[in-house]
């Protein structure tokens, strides 16, 4: 019985990260670049750098915003995520949001292009507010790791992002 259970305890994480490695394997790239954004999005609801600045590349540039490298965006990340809190819950007072209605990209050999609009909220007095919401067109390359963001702008259309 308790080789069983060994035998159980010890298949389930091989099973999960297999399954996980063929459904990667498998999926199309359009997949696999929304992953990426997805992952993201869930790294800055979490307060977590990496799963943020991971695919972004050393060489990333924001049109627009010359001065802002990939080190100085994970500055910035690290101080919104542990900067000022809500005094009694301890949340964090901003949250981003993807529109995934309006997510659209296109993959042409080693590159991908995805538009999406994003949504950046406050929580002021209790209730979250709307500080920024713009449309982002991001471009990927795929490298040796996956798809590596290279180049990104946006387009404010109500209110500023911060």
């Known amino acids: 019985m308790f080789k069983k259970l060994l035998l ?4 389930a994480p091989v099973l999960w990260f297999g ?4 459904a990667r394997a498998l999926a199309s790239d359009e997949t696999l670049v929304r992953w990426t ?5 869930r790294g800055y609801a ?7 600045l991971g695919p972004i590349a050393p ?7 010359a001065e802002i490298s990939r080190g100085l965006f994970g500055d910035a990340l690290r ?6 809190r809500h005094p009694q819950t301890r949340e964090r007072l901003d949250r981003v949001t993807i529109d995934w ?5 296109e993959v042409v050999e080693e590159s991908a292009t995805a538009r999406f609009d994003l949504e950046v909220e406050e929580l002021r007095g209790g209730a979250w507010e709307q500080l920024g919401l713009a449309g982002f067109e991001v471009e990927f390359e795929r490298g040796p790791d996956g798809w590596r963001l290279v180049r990104s702008r946006h387009e404010e259309r109500v209110g500023e992002l911060y």
């Open 79 to 84: 101080q919104r995520f542990f900067g000022e």
């Open 8 to 11: 159980i305890l010890l298949a």
């Open 37 to 41: 954004v997805e992952g993201m999005e």
């Open 59 to 65: 060489e990333w540039r924001h049109e627009g915003s």
């Open 46 to 52: 979490k307060n977590r750098v990496n799963p943020v």
């Open 19 to 22: 399954g996980k490695a063929i």
């Open 101 to 105: 209605g309006t997510w659209e990209v």
